[in-house]
């Protein structure tokens, strides 16, 4: 497996993305968002950044670039696709995961670190976690109040579609613990399919103990398991 990550005018989280997956042994490129085509085993990557100058909405516009067209194809075929902050943000805009991320119920940019409750087992990007032990990965974001109606969050609740859940760092879900006002404590979502995961916290920035902690790896282990790639 490789990956491809893709870059929008605005995205700045691409050389973390990459130096992230290095560390997991898994290549990767740089996709320009006017290029149209994605290879069939890659796992896509939206990274975060201000596509667009999040004019309008976050990822409003960056939803129209050409590439969006393969990302649905890879998506409706199966392929691994994983939207980081700015790359969730753009896959609510273009309907691949549901809801929307308003702004922060603090009104304030959030950077800091948080604790996540991994919510569901069974997908690609959560099947090597640890429910028992949260992860401790980093946030940066204005606009990570993930919104939804009440019926599709029920929806998404019966399907097991929550992947995780903002928590202290003992595993427990408080209000507290929610650094931007996400209801039901929501850091994370997946499609139907489970092979499509938004989520606001950065794994690329838990990759190396120089930079505070490794957690964020396991996602990346956890994808590359599911495929049949061993990474440890």
Do not use: K
């Not at 893709?6 to 990767?28: H, I, K, N, Q």
């Not at 949260?134 to 939804?148: D, K, M, T, V």
């Not at 929610?178 to 039901?184: A, C, E, I, L, M």
């Amino acid at each position: 497996m490789r990956a491809a990550v893709l870059v929008f005018p605005g995205t700045w989280s691409d050389s973390d993305c990459m130096y992230a997956l290095e560390r997991v042994g898994v290549p990767s490129r740089r996709v320009w968002h006017r290029e149209t085509h994605l290879d069939d085993d890659e796992l896509v990557v939206l990274a975060g950044g201000f596509s667009y100058g999040d004019y309008l909405r976050c990822g409003a516009i960056a939803r129209f670039s050409p590439i969006m067209g393969a990302v649905q194809s890879h998506a409706a075929n199966g392929g691994l696709v994983i939207g980081i902050c700015n790359g969730f943000q753009i896959l609510c805009e273009a309907g691949l995961l549901p809801g929307v991320l308003m702004r922060n119920a603090s009104l304030q940019f959030r950077c800091q670190d948080v604790h996540l409750l991994v919510d569901n087992r069974a997908s690609s990007f959560t099947q090597g976690l640890d429910p028992r032990h949260p992860l401790r990965i980093p946030i940066s974001h204005g606009e990570g109040n993930y919104f939804a109606d009440e019926a599709t969050l029920d929806r998404l609740e019966d399907a097991g579609r929550v992947a995780f859940r903002y928590c202290d760092a003992s595993g427990v879900v408080t209000p507290e613990a929610n650094p931007n006002g996400s209801v039901r404590n929501i850091a994370g979502v997946l499609n139907e399919r489970g092979n499509v995961l938004g989520m606001m916290p950065h794994p690329e920035r838990a990759c190396d103990s120089r930079l505070g902690g490794e957690d964020g790896n396991a996602i990346w282990h956890s994808m590359l398991e599911s495929v049949g790639v061993s990474s440890r």
